[in-house]
């Protein structure tokens, strides 16, 4: 059996050495997301550390367990602190996760993440519906391993993002009172944030927020078959577009102030996309 394969086999096994929970939605926290969470009626906790092989999260903030339970009456897993490549770990274990998430039975993959506006018409605190996404910045998560028995080789990533999810999350926002916007994200390596000549040639590309994860993410589920949908919250504007410096304070100061705006939309987006 292919090595990577085999990664993904074991750890599945071992979740359910642990429990039988079958979740529909699985939900990745990004910055600022981490005390979601508490909105879990839990069914189960496994911290990362209790899966042999599995990858940590070292990233300041990230918590790293899986919570499995409800939301509103509807199964979830979420992923509390995710992995990223900066974190040193091989593209192969940063998407080990979502692969892992999607063998335990999750259909629909809701990426959350905090990340820089490169779009001049954005605001810090603004909630942005990925649409679309550029990933030529990073290496492809399907290089490592033979992914042939869980989708196609060369899968097509025309729609990556759900457009019927996507239309879904708008609603939502709509009821609630958010004024959501729309957009295109590109994931970087990091840790470091990029130069102002980065953003100017991110914005060519068409690019309107940028951040260090979620992308990859995206591609793994695609392939598996996952309804992929995502929320970007624009916690800082990106390099050149502001004269004030970058920082991860100001990115978790953010986060925590519209913490409670990205809870109430997170939850209503589940029940709406779980059903």
């Known amino acids: 059996m292919d090595p990577f394969v085999e990664k993904l086999e074991n750890t599945a096994a071992k979740v359910r050495e642990k429990t039988d ?25 496994i911290p990362y550390r209790e899966i042999p092989g599995f990858p940590v999260s070292t990233a300041p903030g990230h918590d790293g367990r899986f919570i499995l339970g409800y939301v509103d009456g509807v199964p979830v897993i979420v992923m509390k602190g995710r992995i990223h490549y900066y974190e040193g770990y091989p593209m192969s274990d940063v998407v080990l996760p979502v692969r892992l998430m999607r063998k335990l039975g999750a259909e629909v993959l809701l990426l959350t993440n905090a990340a820089g506006g490169v779009n001049e018409q954005f605001r810090v605190g603004d909630f942005m519906v990925i649409r679309d ?43 609630n009172g958010f004024v959501l916007r729309q957009g295109v994200y590109l994931q970087t390596s990091g840790p470091q944030f990029e130069t102002k000549a980065e953003i100017r040639m991110f914005r060519t590309l068409g690019a309107d927020a940028v951040g260090m994860s979620t992308a ?11 309804k992929v949908c995502g929320i970007s919250c624009i916690t800082n504007m990106a390099c050149g577009i502001t004269d004030r410096p970058l920082s991860g304070a100001e990115v978790n100061e953010t986060a925590e102030r519209v913490e409670n705006d990205f809870v109430r939309l997170v939850t209503a987006v589940i029940g709406a996309v779980g059903r």
């Open 21 to 45: 929970f079958v979740p529909k939605v699985a939900l990745i926290l990004g910055s600022g997301l981490n005390n979601y969470a508490d909105r879990v009626e839990t069914v189960c906790e």
């Open 133 to 175: 996404q550029i990933t030529g910045f990073v290496p492809s998560p399907l290089r490592d391993g033979d992914w042939s028995a869980y989708g196609p080789v060369f899968p097509d990533m025309s729609n990556v993002y759900d457009a019927g999810l996507a239309a879904k999350i708008l609603a939502c926002g709509a009821r």
């Open 216 to 226: 990859v993410e995206a591609v793994a589920a695609h392939q598996m078959g996952m």
